[in-house]
């Protein structure tokens, strides 16, 4: 970034955790593809790695780092970078994205020329080019069991992600936001039980109760190396924190009483869940020594 204007137009929040193998690729796509006008900033917020990461980024001459003491988690930890966000459009990224050819400047043009969307999101692709199932429709009654016996599968291939459509919730891997709408949904609920999933869902869900409608936009592209951070988790925990954010979701938007009869449905379909999942996990496990 070469001069500064006194307040950017865009704000791109980077939340890092153990990225010592992605942020470099991350943040050299920002600076290779934006224009050199002074009218965006980079903030990067740190949770508490003990990797060469913070080392790494203050390499990159106007980037604010924002050192956590520790992992605050997914949402907590954008809150805090939210705070410092001057842009009226705030780009979310997580550390293992990689923009393609201004993909940022194309979904800034989309929002300031589409007054009805709040957000919007890129198609993103695996490393090999392939096509990323990154849009999904909201969690609902109707759907939370045909997903289940499908193994995500119904969710996942709801949308056609080679076409640029509107879509209930883009995954917060890459998300450009309107200022003005975040201030209206007070950002992220940073509640323990979203510490790592799901908190991207009640997000979308709140912007879309407030009226603003999501696009993918397929034209803008980043690549993703999916899963970089969260799967230096070990598997149960990762389990542990999925179905803890899914428990948060639907007592907070779809069920009044957690121990009325549709609470105690939903707490009996949490616990076959979780179980279920972790056996799938060791039987894989298992076959995979034994190959």
């Known amino acids: ?36 006008d002074g009218s965006w900033e980079v903030i990067v917020v740190d949770n508490a790695s003990a990797d060469k990461t913070r080392e790494i980024v203050n390499e990159y001459e106007g980037v604010k780092l924002i ?7 997914f949402a907590a930890g954008n809150n805090i970078g939210l705070k410092e966000a001057k842009g009226d459009y705030v780009l979310l990224l997580n550390q293992d994205v990689e923009q393609i050819d201004g993909a940022i400047e194309k979904m800034l043009d989309f929002l300031k020329n589409n007054e009805d969307f709040g957000l919007a999101a890129p198609q993103l692709l695996y490393p090999d080019g392939r096509v990323q199932l990154s849009c999904r429709p909201f969690y609902k009654w109707s759907n939370l069991f045909l997903d289940y016996i499908t193994f995500s599968q119904y969710r996942k291939n709801y949308y056609d992600h080679t076409k640029s459509q509107e879509a209930d919730q883009p995954m917060a891997s ?27 869902m009640d997000l ?9 409608k999501h696009y993918l936009l ?17 598997q149960y925990k990762r389990l542990l924190e999925y ?17 009325g009869p549709a609470g ?28």
């Open 218 to 234: 397929t034209e803008a592209k980043f690549y993703h190396h999916h899963g970089e951070s969260a799967f230096k988790m070990l």
């Open 67 to 73: 050192k956590n003491r520790e992992n605050f988690g």
């Open 174 to 200: 890459v998300l450009m936001i309107k200022r003005e709408v975040l201030n209206e949904v007070k950002g992220f609920d940073d509640h323990r039980d979203f510490w790592l999933y799901f908190n991207d």
């Open 264 to 291: 105690l449905v939903f707490w009996v379909f949490l616990a076959a869940s979780y179980v279920s999942r972790n056996i799938e996990v060791i039987i894989k496990g298992f076959w995979k020594k034994m190959r």
């Open 243 to 259: 179905h803890r954010g899914l428990k948060r979701f639907f007592f907070k938007h779809h069920i009044k009483h957690k121990f």
């Open 1 to 36: 970034m070469n001069k500064k204007k006194s307040k950017p137009e865009l704000s791109i929040l980077v939340l890092t955790w153990n990225g010592e193998g992605v942020i470099k690729t991350n943040l050299d796509s920002i600076y290779r593809n934006m224009p050199k």
């Open 204 to 212: 979308s869900y709140r912007i879309h109760q407030a009226g603003h």
